[in-house]
């Protein structure tokens, strides 16, 4: 507001002066104007022998001092000098200004053009002695004088007025043009500081409202923040609870399961020699004890081999990239194929879910090229970019229907992307009948990671 108030004031001083400006020479011309007609009708009658002598003869004299000597105007017209167009004065109420020559310059020369001239003169020019030794300043009017109406230019009238009343005029119609200004400037002013505190006061409301919603905008986000972060431990202590909970059903079922099956196979073996040297045994029961035996046996191995799978080796203590190729070797022991694999060396710590979810991505993944893709020899890569590992899991076999498998629900699949998105990473996977299939997943390789991902 102080620099619209700047703007305005020297707006207000720059119009205020203009106007005084055109108020004195608006007042002045007028009253010039009065004057000058009045002269030269009082010039006309006496300038009939001008153009035949080039001068004034005695008569005009006589005439022009009874009228600016003697006459009323004297009370008026402070001085009166008539001059020729050589710069001599032909005429002077003061006498001893007669004949005296002084250049032709400034309002004279402007006035021996045809145009009248005025204007509040200080009476600093040198024919000017006598009036400053008397006035300050005075009203001072040229008229030019010329033959006939649209005639040349002769003489030139130059006469003085008193000052006083016509600059208490213009001095009063100043002040008021100074006060109307001011009036203007100031309503103009509490207009604009209408107009500026009203938008002030709207903006600060907007910024006062942008910045409660920025408050609860950063609350919502540490809210998110704080259930992301629980969702994520949530997750991580999910994974590895899960894996405790397959090692004791592992667990459970080798000691349980497991071990009253190979009890009774080994009571079955006694009873069917047993019962194989009693002379009454019927024909054809040999064969099914064999098959019952055959059957118990397969029982046996389809429990130890599920117990085996859902136990997983201790890996806790081992790197990132051991517990990759802890999953190869277990792998390669079980199947007898050979896996490529590159892994880099600078996988190390990593949150045990981590470790769990990788492991369990490679034992998932190889098997399915096992059981899909016999013959082909799978490849997994293991590389970090950063802050996460990257895991691709590849072979060459007859591949699959993606979206139909997804359709179906294929638990193996959905099994290993809710593991990895578990822990905020992501799954892909790329097939097609005919060329492959390639697994992909990316994982984060620290607790912070895994509670911001």
Same mark, same amino acid.
């Given at each position: 507001?102080?620099?619209?108030?700047?703007?305005?004031? /020297?707006?207000?001083?720059?119009?205020?002066?203009?106007?005084?400006?055109?108020?004195?020479?608006?007042?002045?011309?007028?009253?010039?104007?009065?004057?000058?007609?009045?002269?030269?009708? /009082?010039?006309?009658?006496?300038?009939?022998?001008?153009?035949?002598?080039?001068?004034?003869?005695?008569?005009?004299?006589?005439?022009?001092?009874?009228?600016?000597?003697?006459?009323?105007?004297?009370?008026? @017209?402070?001085?009166?000098?008539?001059?020729?167009?050589?710069?001599?004065?032909?005429?002077?109420?003061?006498?001893?200004?007669?004949?005296?020559?002084?250049?032709?310059?400034?309002?004279?020369?402007?006035?021996?053009? !045809?145009?009248?001239?005025?204007?509040?003169?200080?009476?600093?020019?040198?024919?000017?002695?006598?009036?400053?030794?008397?006035?300050?300043?005075?009203?001072?009017?040229?008229?030019?004088?010329?033959?006939?109406?649209?005639?040349?230019?002769?003489?030139?009238?130059?006469?003085?007025?008193?000052? +006083?009343?016509?600059?208490?005029?213009?001095?009063?119609?100043?002040?008021?043009?100074?006060?109307?200004?001011?009036?203007?400037?100031? *309503?103009?002013?509490?207009?604009?500081?209408?107009?500026?505190?009203?938008?002030?006061?709207?903006?600060?409301?907007?910024?006062?409202?942008?910045?409660?919603?920025?408050?609860?905008?950063?609350?919502?986000?540490?809210?998110?923040?704080?259930?992301?972060?629980? @969702?994520?431990?949530?997750? +991580?202590?999910?994974?590895?609870?899960?894996?405790?909970?397959?090692?004791?059903?592992?667990?459970? %079922?080798?000691?349980?399961?497991?071990?009253?099956?190979?009890?009774?196979?080994?009571?079955?073996?006694?009873?069917?020699?047993?019962?194989?040297?009693? *002379?009454?045994?019927?024909?054809?029961?040999?064969?099914?004890?064999?098959?019952? &035996?055959?059957?118990?046996?397969?029982?046996?191995?389809?429990?130890?081999?599920?117990?085996?799978?859902?136990?997983?080796?201790?890996?806790?203590?081992?790197? %990132?990239?051991?517990?990759?190729?802890?999953?190869?070797?277990?792998?390669?022991?079980?199947?007898?194929?050979?896996?490529?694999?590159?892994?880099?060396?600078?996988?190390?710590?990593?949150?045990?879910?981590?470790?769990?979810?990788?492991?369990?991505?490679?034992?998932?993944?190889?098997?399915?090229?096992?059981?899909?893709?016999? !013959?082909?020899?799978?490849?997994?890569?293991?590389?970090?970019? +950063?802050?996460?590992?990257?895991?691709?899991?590849?072979? &060459?076999?007859?591949?699959?229907?993606?979206?139909? *498998?997804?359709?179906?629900?294929?638990?193996?699949?959905?099994?290993?992307?809710?593991?990895?998105?578990?822990?905020?990473?992501?799954?892909?996977?790329?097939?097609?009948?005919?060329? !492959?299939?390639?697994?992909?997943?990316?994982?984060?390789?620290?607790?912070?990671?895994?509670? &911001?991902?």
């Amino acid at each position: 507001m102080l620099a619209i108030f700047a703007i305005l004031a /020297i707006g207000m001083a720059s119009i205020g002066t203009w106007m005084g400006r055109q108020i004195e020479t608006s007042a002045v011309n007028r009253a010039a104007a009065i004057s000058a007609v009045y002269v030269e009708s /009082i010039l006309a009658t006496q300038f009939h022998d001008w153009p035949s002598v080039g001068t004034l003869g005695a008569e005009s004299h006589d005439a022009l001092d009874h009228l600016f000597v003697e006459g009323p105007l004297s009370r008026k @017209v402070v001085s009166f000098k008539l001059w020729d167009a050589d710069g001599r004065i032909v005429y002077s109420n003061n006498h001893s200004q007669l004949g005296l020559r002084f250049p032709i310059d400034g309002l004279l020369a402007a006035a021996f053009k !045809g145009a009248l001239q005025a204007r509040m003169s200080n009476l600093d020019e040198a024919d000017n002695l006598t009036e400053k030794n008397r006035w300050q300043r005075l009203l001072e009017v040229y008229v030019p004088a010329r033959v006939g109406s649209q005639g040349k230019v002769i003489s030139v009238a130059e006469f003085y007025l008193y000052s +006083e009343n016509l600059e208490r005029d213009i001095s009063t119609a100043q002040q008021r043009s100074w006060v109307f200004v001011a009036i203007v400037t100031l *309503a103009i002013y509490l207009l604009l500081f209408g107009l500026v505190r009203r938008a002030s006061l709207t903006i600060h409301d907007q910024q006062r409202d942008l910045r409660q919603q920025l408050q609860q905008l950063r609350s919502a986000l540490e809210d998110n923040d704080r259930m992301r972060e629980q @969702v994520h431990k949530a997750g +991580e202590s999910t994974t590895t609870l899960n894996e405790e909970f397959l090692i004791r059903v592992a667990a459970d %079922l080798h000691d349980g399961p497991a071990q009253a099956i190979a009890f009774a196979l080994m009571r079955f073996d006694e009873f069917a020699a047993a019962f194989q040297n009693c *002379a009454s045994s019927p024909s054809g029961a040999a064969q099914d004890f064999r098959n019952i &035996h055959d059957a118990l046996q397969s029982s046996l191995r389809d429990v130890r081999k599920i117990s085996a799978g859902l136990a997983m080796p201790g890996i806790a203590e081992l790197s %990132l990239a051991d517990t990759a190729r802890r999953a190869i070797d277990d792998f390669e022991r079980m199947s007898g194929q050979t896996v490529r694999a590159d892994i880099d060396e600078i996988l190390d710590k990593a949150p045990l879910a981590v470790k769990i979810t990788v492991y369990r991505l490679l034992q998932e993944s190889l098997n399915n090229c096992w059981r899909h893709a016999p !013959g082909s020899s799978p490849q997994v890569s293991m590389h970090q970019a +950063e802050c996460e590992v990257l895991i691709t899991i590849a072979d &060459h076999g007859a591949g699959f229907d993606f979206q139909a *498998a997804a359709v179906s629900g294929r638990l193996g699949l959905n099994f290993m992307r809710e593991r990895v998105r578990l822990l905020g990473g992501i799954f892909e996977v790329d097939s097609a009948p005919g060329r !492959g299939t390639c697994i992909r997943a990316r994982l984060p390789l620290s607790a912070n990671e895994i509670t &911001h991902a």
